[in-house]
């Protein structure tokens, strides 16, 4: 297992488009938290916003790019033929699997992390001039306080958890555009489909089982009462999805030829 680790860990980290990716996932992330940061406004005590979701509105974006960075780990050698020779060198394809995972995992942490600490560094200092103080309710934002420290590790561990969902996507369906495109789609049809639909039950269901909609929960921090699923709990879900994907694709890289 420690030598697949090197070797997909040279192989991931000699990529040129890697790195890039990396930053990019950080530099889109703090981008739109900054944006989203100077765009409300605060001017009494009852605005019911909620700091930590919106300093951390980023990671809606954030994690498009890390489902792009994740799906071509495995994706990218089915559609270049590299995986005959990965496979050549490291029979045991859940080996293979497992390195990949373990690698994509430490990378996006690292990314997420900074991701993370800087938008909400950046909401700590733009949201007070919108009228978010403590005159208004608003402490803050610490990452001493609970909930805002589970906000910012939940955000992180969302976005690796997002990541194996994309691994495990593409290991079923082996082209990486495809991969991309059913990851996106899970992401993202989710809240529209809650958007279009009226019937509020319907639409409390749909938050629910999406993979974002329920996985973002971990970044609320107040009028929890009021969520459709609790953020542990919906973290939960989203820890299903990946996980379901990926044993399914370690079932059919198990059993299917290369």
Same mark, same amino acid.
């Given at each position: 297992?420690?030598?697949?680790?090197?070797?997909? =860990?040279?192989?991931? #980290?000699?990529?040129?488009?890697? +790195? =890039?990716?990396?930053?990019?996932?950080?530099?889109?992330?703090?981008?739109?938290?900054?944006?989203?940061?100077?765009?409300?406004? #605060?001017?009494?005590?009852?605005?019911?916003?909620?700091?930590?979701?919106?300093?951390?509105?980023?990671?809606?974006?954030?994690?498009?790019?890390?489902?792009? %960075?994740?799906?071509?780990?495995?994706?990218?050698?089915?559609?270049?033929?590299?995986?005959?020779?990965?496979?050549?060198?490291?029979?045991?394809?859940?080996?293979?699997?497992?390195?990949?995972?373990?690698?994509?995992?430490?990378?996006?942490?690292?990314?997420?992390?900074?991701?993370?600490?800087?938008? %909400?560094?950046?909401?700590?200092?733009?949201?007070?001039?919108?009228?978010?103080?403590?005159?208004?309710?608003?402490?803050?934002?610490?990452?001493?306080?609970?909930?805002?420290? *589970?906000? /910012?590790?939940?955000?992180?561990?969302?976005?690796?958890?997002?990541?194996?969902?994309?691994?495990?996507?593409?290991?079923?369906?082996?082209?990486? /555009?495809?991969?991309?495109?059913?990851?996106?789609?899970?992401?993202?049809?989710?809240?529209?489909?809650?958007?279009?639909?009226?019937?509020?039950? =319907?639409?409390? *269901?749909?938050?629910?089982?999406?993979?974002?909609?329920?996985?973002?929960?971990?970044?609320?921090?107040? *009028?929890?009462?009021?969520?459709?699923?609790?953020? =542990?709990? +919906?973290?939960?879900?989203?820890?299903?999805?990946?996980?379901?994907?990926?044993?399914?694709?370690?079932?059919?890289?198990?059993?299917?030829?290369?």
């Amino acid at each position: 297992m420690r030598h697949a680790v090197h070797a997909e =860990w040279t192989k991931l #980290c000699t990529l040129p488009g890697t +790195g =890039w990716l990396l930053l990019g996932c950080i530099a889109v992330t703090l981008a739109l938290s900054i944006t989203a940061a100077a765009a409300v406004t #605060c001017q009494s005590a009852v605005c019911g916003l909620d700091p930590a979701r919106i300093s951390l509105t980023g990671i809606y974006l954030g994690q498009a790019i890390v489902v792009v %960075l994740a799906v071509p780990v495995l994706g990218g050698e089915y559609s270049s033929g590299m995986i005959r020779t990965t496979l050549a060198a490291v029979p045991r394809r859940i080996t293979v699997l497992s390195a990949k995972a373990a690698v994509l995992c430490v990378l996006v942490l690292a990314a997420g992390t900074i991701a993370v600490l800087v938008s %909400l560094l950046a909401g700590s200092l733009i949201l007070p001039g919108q009228g978010l103080t403590p005159a208004h309710g608003y402490a803050p934002l610490s990452l001493v306080d609970g909930p805002m420290l *589970r906000a /910012a590790v939940g955000s992180v561990l969302y976005l690796t958890l997002i990541a194996m969902l994309s691994l495990g996507v593409a290991a079923v369906v082996r082209d990486p /555009a495809v991969a991309i495109g059913i990851v996106l789609a899970l992401l993202y049809v989710f809240p529209i489909l809650a958007f279009v639909v009226t019937d509020a039950e =319907w639409q409390k *269901r749909l938050q629910q089982v999406g993979p974002m909609t329920a996985g973002l929960a971990i970044q609320a921090t107040t *009028r929890l009462d009021r969520l459709p699923i609790s953020p =542990w709990a +919906g973290l939960g879900v989203t820890a299903a999805w990946a996980l379901s994907a990926m044993v399914a694709g370690g079932v059919l890289l198990h059993l299917r030829d290369a």
